[in-house]
């Protein structure tokens, strides 16, 4: 025992050891060995389990617990590669923990390991970044399970990062993703006390640090005693870690950690959330392509609308919403007049135009809440929920006059020629209570709108089935 442990043991909190006589360990009494001769065979070895020259047991000591350390880190990378789903990181690891748990074999059996008493506190040091490193590798797996989870957008965006928080310890965080229609950084998910201070809204270019980082696409660690002077860096925040996430083609968002205090990130913090960005940017590259298959395959792929499978859906929850909470409901089913007669007059391609400019102005005439779909052909459907039969032929004339006023296919050359259209309205639970028995309501009065002359409004009556 080296003359300095106590003094050791008192600037670690702990209480100087008794060497007049052998420790006991929870309540098993050591007895102390007979004397041995003198001698080199006899001369106890650094590590070995048993007693010294001091009659006293060394259970674990630098020689033992560092191949011990070592095997155990081996283990658990092992175990660790089996968890993590990409096959280079998972050979790593276990090309890591193999090695690990060879070099504690052979560490023990040649009884080679760092020397505790020429280098004090060395060992601990080394054992103490060795557990930080394994703990930081399970984090990243727990991380890996969680964003991997659910491929879908929403989900991830919310309770998703919020188990990622939760595993990493994040005391604030804000999650920002380049919004597909303005192609600006939006605040999709935040917590901690910064959750009410992030802008609402696309956040202007050149004046967030996730716009910065998204540029630049490098991670950056930015700390200070005053606040810093970005949008997207609430006033309380002094230290922050700002991650790009990255797709395939194209920067997805970033992530930003904030910490009240100066200097809160060490080198090993920012290398464990770029880590963290980088599981992020696969998941949310993966969400981001499903979400987009799947937005493709509830649209009409020439006007954008959503398509009669999406509009079947949509119109069986709202029957059975309405038919719950006791809600009118309403749909009308439009026509364009003499279509067939506008395509042959000027080729398909103005025809297909002039398609796309009825289901801008149909946008353009409807509310938030309501569902414009294209049926097929130059028909056209509108769901409009808590909406009775009576208020829905309001609607429908609105819908035919805004169409009716400019002409279709306007040029410097051309005057553009005009186009109407014909609706047919059919209300729930008036007419009917089923998704199919509502279409066909509302296709009778928009056939008779067409047989009283076209360019009109119909509601359904019992006579028209």
């Given at each position: 025992m080296a003359p300095g442990d106590?003094?050791?043991?008192?600037?670690?909190?702990?209480?100087?050891?008794?060497?007049?006589?052998?420790?006991?360990?929870?309540?098993?009494?050591?007895?102390?060995?007979?004397?041995?001769?003198?001698?080199?065979?006899?001369?106890?070895?650094?590590?070995d389990v048993g007693y010294d020259d001091d009659s006293r047991m060394t259970i674990l000591t630098a020689s033992s617990r560092w191949p011990v350390l070592a095997g155990v880190a081996g283990v658990v990378l092992l175990v660790a590669a089996g968890l993590v789903a990409l096959s280079v990181s998972a050979l790593l690891a276990a090309v890591g923990g193999a090695l690990l748990a060879g070099a504690a074999v052979w560490l023990r059996r040649t009884g080679v390991a760092p020397d505790r008493d020429s280098n004090p506190g060395r060992v601990d040091a080394m054992a103490s970044a060795l557990i930080d490193g394994v703990l930081d590798l399970y984090s990243l797996v727990e991380v890996g399970r969680a964003v991997s989870a659910s491929l879908h957008l929403d989900e991830l965006l919310t309770t998703t990062l919020k188990r990622v928080a939760e595993a990493t310890g994040i005391e604030g965080y804000g999650l920002f993703v380049v919004d597909t229609v303005t192609r600006r950084l939006v605040a999709k998910s935040a917590g901690g006390p910064v959750t009410q201070m992030l802008p609402r809204g696309p956040l202007p270019p050149d004046k967030s640090l996730a716009d910065r980082v998204c540029r630049t696409r490098v991670a950056e660690v930015l700390t200070g005693e005053a606040p810093l002077a970005w949008l997207d860096t609430p006033p309380p925040s002094r230290s922050i870690i700002a991650v790009p996430l990255l797709g395939w083609e194209r920067p997805l968002g970033a992530l930003l950690v904030y910490s009240p205090l100066p200097s809160a990130f060490s080198a090993r913090d920012f290398a464990y959330f770029k880590a963290v960005g980088r599981q992020l940017s696969i998941a949310l590259d993966n969400a981001t392509v499903l979400n987009r298959a799947t937005d493709m395959s509830l649209r009409d792929p020439l006007t954008a609308l959503f398509n009669r499978r999406y509009l079947e859906e949509v119109l069986e929850t709202e029957i059975r919403r309405a038919a719950r909470y006791n809600l009118p409901l309403a749909v009308t089913m439009i026509d364009v007049d003499h279509f067939k007669a506008y395509n042959d007059r000027h080729g398909h391609p103005r025809g297909d135009e002039?398609?796309?400019?009825?289901?801008?102005?149909?946008?353009?005439?409807?509310?938030?809440?309501?569902?414009?779909?294209r049926y097929g052909g130059e028909e056209f459907v509108v769901i409009l929920p808590v909406t009775s039969k009576a208020h829905a032929r309001f609607i429908g004339e609105k819908l035919r006059a805004s169409i009716a006023a400019v002409p279709f296919g306007v040029t410097r050359e051309w005057s553009g020629d005009p186009l109407t259209i014909s609706v047919g309205v059919a209300g729930c639970p008036d007419d009917a209570t089923s998704v199919s028995d509502l279409l066909r309501a509302a296709d009778a009065a928009l056939y008779a709108a067409k047989h009283a002359g076209r360019n009109r409004v119909e509601l359904f009556q019992?006579?028209?089935a």
């Open positions: 106590d003094a050791t043991d008192r600037a670690r909190g702990r209480r100087p050891r008794d060497r007049s006589s052998p420790p006991a360990f929870r309540g098993v009494r050591v007895r102390s060995a007979p004397p041995r001769r003198p001698g080199p065979k006899n001369e106890s070895r650094r590590g002039a398609l796309c400019e009825v289901a801008q102005r149909l946008r353009d005439q409807v509310r938030r809440t309501d569902v414009v779909t019992s006579s028209d």
